[in-house]
């Protein structure tokens, strides 16, 4: 066997996909040439590795994943939503453009946030009361000035 088709062959032997004769074919020139043995094992090692890798992250992300479930569920979704997040939407809540679903643990997280309700409770304070402005007594004189076309 060459040594290039060991090589493209090295894969599939180790997957078992290998039909008897190949893998016969296979098994003898690598037990008879030690360079294409040295690649197979390096080959094989680096799989392994691989193999080991991916067990190790699927169980840090099935940890990840429970620490995750145990916080939300000794968190209520007002509390999930952070003070910061909520004063940074707070004026497309007050112009009703915030989704629908938000509304609900905006709602939530006031029950919770004393601090947040004071401040909602403020804004909207503000916007309710009639802003009054003073007018200088001139400012009547000058309009109809300006729109009737007289000169002062």
Excluded: W
Excluded at 5 to 34: K, Q
Excluded at 89 to 112: K, N, P, Q, T
């Amino acid at each position: 066997m060459e040594h290039t088709r060991f090589e493209d062959l090295i894969s599939e032997y180790l997957d078992g996909g290998l039909m008897r004769p190949v893998r016969r074919e296979f098994a003898e020139h690598l037990l008879a040439c030690r360079p294409c043995h040295l690649v197979f094992n390096d080959v094989r090692e680096a799989l392994d590795a691989c193999h080991e890798l991916k067990e190790s992250q699927m169980r840090q992300i099935a940890l990840f994943t429970e620490v995750e479930q145990k916080i939300i569920g000794a968190t209520s979704a007002g509390e999930m939503l952070s003070c910061r997040t909520l004063d940074a939407l707070i004026s497309d809540y007050f112009e009703g453009i915030i989704e629908s679903s938000y509304e609900e643990i905006f709602r939530e997280h006031f029950a919770v946030c004393d601090g947040c309700r004071r401040l909602v409770e403020g804004v909207r304070q503000s916007l309710e009361e009639p802003e009054e402005v003073e007018v200088p007594e001139e400012l009547y004189g000058r309009i109809i000035a300006a729109t009737s076309g007289r000169r002062r």
